[in-house]
């Protein structure tokens, strides 16, 4: 038999399975009627019971604690993870992934970037003329500054791509040559068997010549543009857990290990 048509719990006669469990569950019911406190503790327990892992979004205030309290009443209480103890840095961790399932892609890197820092964006004041000139900017941005990133095998994370930006050599500096980080890494840090591969002459080319000498209006639009995007997730709880370095979290021990986070 399939392991999904193990059966979870029973209502009534009527079995439910994993099967139905994993295309989804609502519960309705008026504020106060017990949803929480009947099918659905009733279903957490069940899950703990089979040794269940997954992701619990805190909504309410006393989520957190709700689960904690599940966890210690079926003895799972080491299996729980706080979100607020570790760290995660998303952009490595895509990187990192076998490149069968699109690790390793760039353009994969820019387009799951822009999809989290432009979560909170207010969509009502978006479609203004200029708004694809722009964001196809930010894109060229990225992409160049992830290649450098990848190829001089450092961290890829929020604080390294936004120090490349805001270093990238200008043409009203006294020399496009004058060191910077970005500027290191192209011309020093950077092995030399990759400077003569077509990502590494596109990004040269990008830094030195192109972005260099782009009118100082347009570049530091571009910049303002991937600053502003970049800004919710380089302060606070944010920057401490997904701008890390190194990421404590491993997303694979929540369905390999039945962890929950």
């Not at 029973?10 to 929480?36: H, P, Q, Y």
């Not at 060229?140 to 994370?157: H, V």
């Not at 990008?206 to 502003?228: G, M, P």
Request: hydrophobic share 35%; with cysteine; net charge negative.
């Amino acid at each position: 038999m399939s392991v999904l048509e193990t059966e979870i719990m029973n209502f009534e006669g009527n079995s439910w399975t994993v099967r139905d469990a994993s295309t989804g569950l609502i519960c309705f019911g008026m504020t106060g009627s017990g949803k929480s406190s009947g099918p659905l503790r009733s279903i957490a327990m069940r899950y703990l019971e089979l040794g269940y892992g997954g992701i619990v979004f805190c909504a309410k205030p006393d989520e957190c604690a709700t689960w904690i309290a599940y966890a210690r009443e079926k003895s799972r209480e080491k299996d729980i993870i706080l979100l607020s103890r570790e760290t995660f840095c998303f952009l490595d961790y895509e990187f990192s992934r076998p490149a069968d399932s699109g690790g390793g892609q760039v353009e994969n890197l820019v387009n799951l970037y822009l999809e989290i820092v432009n979560m909170g964006k207010d969509k009502r004041n978006s479609g203004g003329g200029n708004e694809e000139y722009w964001n196809n900017a930010v894109k060229q941005l990225l992409r160049n500054a992830i290649t450098i990133l990848q190829m001089a095998q450092q961290p890829i994370n929020i604080e390294n791509i936004h120090e490349i930006i805001v270093s990238a050599p200008s043409a009203s500096s006294e020399t496009v040559e004058e060191k910077g980080y970005c500027s290191n890494l192209l011309d020093v840090v950077i092995p030399r068997e990759f400077c003569d591969t077509p990502e590494y002459q596109i990004a040269h080319t990008f830094f030195y010549e192109e972005f260099a000498y782009l009118d100082e209006r347009t570049r530091s639009n571009t910049i303002s543009s991937f600053s502003v995007a970049a800004d919710s997730m380089q302060r606070g709880e944010l920057a401490r857990c997904f701008s890390a370095e190194q990421s404590t979290l491993q997303l694979e021990d929540l369905y390999r290990k039945g962890k929950i986070l």
